[in-house]
């Protein structure tokens, strides 16, 4: 970057802070400054700009006025910042409720007292910790509902818990919610361990710095990031791996989901990418997000009449491939089909992970004949094939009553025809499973 005639170095590091490590912020900077480079504005981390190496003290406050997707100082940040001046310190920048003051007065009066910066912090970084929570928690709930509630109880399948892609993302965001509760849990041990202290010592944070996290703390949380960049690895293997990997030839029908869930997700990224990157205002902030809302809104929109208009073109090319599978059980096993009745078709879906796999399936006779759908699962844990059978056996006990209610169900043992520990056909009037 030029000013006039002279080249100023700049120096870009990627370090984000959370509200409890302020005061390690503040740390950071000073040495910063007497290494030459003095902090200049937040620029998706830290920006600095070359100086001659200084002493410099730095102050970082939690300014709770300002919410946690402000990107600029606000007016109320500028009116919090006179005050500052008056007392000795000068606003560097601001983002989110971080207000970065840099001390330019020899006799400069502390900004806020040590309980009240403990306080604002305590209650900037709970409100984000509960909002982790709570969003990491419902989406562990939806998927393991899913599998468990939805796919064992009532539609009588586990080929969720079987599918590596389905089941490594549920397990990621069930990381994230105990990686959230860890976050919680630290915080209010923080507050109980600080609150004490702080009424007992002076009103100087610098003197005694307690924003800071413990060693064992920052241990714990890379165990969570190490942890969860596996899981996204996995995520990413599975997709790619079902993408390409798959006996059904890549199409265009076939990535037509995706690209619209890749383009969205570009949108949304880049857009937040962009705006981190610069420096715009609240207002900006928000006319940029209601303009990215109503292009994705437009978007689906048209995607949505484009599926109506030329379907996905997908079940063909499911119907031509899983011809390759040969199933075990077909109609003809269990019932004599009347004259007329077309030939039997079949699909099968497989998926298989580190608990087992499972085999899933369709035998129908066209539009007007019947149709017979099954599933084989495969485990070395008796603890998941004891859940299956008995979540499975539960839900079909349930569908072949509903068929025919007043008429008791009739069990066969058929383990030994499949070869399997426990095996059954439930059958009443109308119904075999």
């Known amino acids: 970057m030029r000013e006039g005639m002279h080249t100023v170095k700049t120096r870009w590091i990627p370090r984000s802070y959370e509200y409890t490590q302020c005061d390690e912020l503040a740390e950071y900077l000073q040495e910063m400054a007497r290494k030459g480079w003095r902090f200049q504005r937040f620029r998706l981390g830290l920006f600095f700009e070359a100086c001659k190496p200084c002493e410099e003290v730095y102050d970082v406050q939690v300014f709770l006025k300002n919410k946690d997707g402000d990107l ?10 006179e ?4 007392a000795g310190w000068e606003l560097v920048d601001s983002r989110a409720r971080f207000a970065v003051f840099r001390k330019v007065r020899e006799d400069a ?23 982790n929570l709570l969003a990491t928690g419902i989406l562990a709930f939806l998927f393991f509902g899913q599998i468990f509630l939805l796919d064992l109880r009532l539609t009588s399948t586990a080929i969720n818990l079987f599918d590596p892609l389905f089941l490594s993302t549920a397990l990621l965001f069930t990381v994230l919610f105990c990686d959230s509760a860890f976050d919680l849990f630290s915080l209010l041990l923080w507050r109980h361990r600080t609150k004490p202290v702080v009424a007992w010592r002076s009103g100087d944070m610098r003197e005694n710095i307690t924003c800071k996290r413990s060693c064992l703390n920052k241990l714990v949380r890379i165990g969570f990031r190490i942890l969860e960049g596996a899981l996204l690895v996995m995520i990413l293997v599975f997709a790619l791996r079902n993408l390409f990997c798959s006996p059904v030839p890549i199409t265009f029908d076939r990535v037509r989901k995706v690209i619209p869930c890749l383009l969205i997700y570009l949108i949304i990224w880049g857009s937040n ?6 420096h715009p205002s609240r207002q900006d ?13 437009v978007g689906i929109w048209f995607l949505s009449m484009y599926h109506e208009a030329y379907g996905t073109g997908q079940e063909e090319e499911e119907a031509a491939a899983v011809q390759e599978f040969t199933p075990p059980l077909v109609i003809t096993d269990l019932v004599k089909l009347p004259d007329g009745t077309g030939a039997e078709n079949y699909t099968a879906l497989s998926r298989s992970n580190l608990l087992g796999s499972c ?12 149709v017979l759908t099954y599933e084989i699962n495969r485990t070395a844990s008796p ?10 056996t539960r839900s079909y006990g349930r569908t072949a009553a509903a068929y025919d209610p007043e008429d008791s169900r009739y069990i066969c043992d058929i383990s030994s025809q499949w070869g399997a520990s426990r095996a059954i056909r439930l059958e009443s009037e109308g119904f075999y499973t």
Request: with cysteine; glycine share 6%; aromatic share 8%.
């Open 72 to 81: 600029a100082p606000t007016e109320d940040t500028q009116e919090f910042a």
């Open 83 to 86: 005050y500052c001046r008056a």
């Open 109 to 131: 009066l502390p900004i806020s007292t040590a309980e009240e910066k403990m306080d604002a912090v305590f209650r900037a970084q709970r409100r984000i910790d509960l909002r």
């Open 273 to 278: 990418l962009y705006d981190r990157w610069g």
């Open 285 to 297: 902030t928000q006319r940029r997000t209601i303009l990215v809302l109503l292009v994705l809104g």
């Open 359 to 370: 085999m899933n399936y369709s035998v129908d006779c066209g539009h007007d004949g019947p």
């Open 383 to 392: 603890a998941i094939a004891d859940l299956i059978w008995k979540e499975m």
